[in-house]
């Protein structure tokens, strides 16, 4: 059941509020809100698969093709988590689907807005599932990769590979699609939010590794990470990947908890000491 709390989250994008002025000068009303009822649902499922899961969600924002929920939650959850709060998304299209077909095959809806329900749905399902983050299918790649490389490469790939796929998008469109404003809009809307994540990466792994810190529990699946006495805290960090929690071992004997580098870094600031200087002494 949806409750006044999760309207009270929905936050309006300005880009929704442009594509309403055009669709309004227009006279594509329809399928404006066509567009606009499938994001909802869209959003819906990963409200709820969140809230499945406890999540903190702190708001749900609506765009002209898209949603994103924001959360406070993703990188510190299990992977299988972030999973399916993903996916939950996309699968409310197959639902979507079902639905459509239930109110043709009644006429409860007029062909027209059946026609137009049907191609959207298809459209924002395909859309979402793009490999480009912050899209769905980017997540879905992010969390992919994640089981396989460290964190903070895992993000820097998905982002290079995001705009890349991106620019390829944009060729297409110019030389061989015909041009549509709302098509190349988007592409450069994506463009932008993956120069943000990018610009913030930095500050985006030290809240994961904040996460980390302030875990209580040990992930179940344990590492131990072999590092020379010279290198510093933050390149042992960036060998860090998702639901592994390490132990570090200086010598074949000595070893030093995850935790405890944390602690060490940012509580004790031994931000520019090599790991000999700080435990070797």
Known sequence: MISRKFFRKIII????????????ITGTFIQFATIITIV????????????????RIDSVVLWAFGGVMITDEHDSRPLIEELIVTIAGPLQHIVLFFF???????????????????FFNRIILLFNLLPIYPLD????????FSYFLPYRRCFQLVLIFSFIVCIF?????LIVL???????????????????NWKNEYFTFIRYLLHRLSSEQQSKKVRHLYVSDHVRLMEIFNQFKRNTYYYIYITPQYYVTETDSLKRYFYDKKHTETIKEIYLK
């Open 169 to 173: 998008i944009l060729v297409v469109q």
């Open 100 to 118: 459509i077909q239930f109110f043709s095959y009644f006429d409860l809806l007029s062909p027209y807005i059946i026609e137009q329900a049907i």
């Open 178 to 196: 015909p041009f549509t404003f709302s098509a190349m809009f988007i592409v450069l809307f994506l463009i932008i939010e993956i120069y943000k």
């Open 13 to 24: 994008h300005p880009t929704l509020i442009i594509f309403f002025i055009i669709a309004f």
């Open 40 to 55: 909802f649902i869209h959003e819906l499922g990963h409200y709820f698969a969140a809230r499945f899961f406890k999540w």
């Open 137 to 144: 299918g980017g997540k879905i790649c992010k969390v992919f």
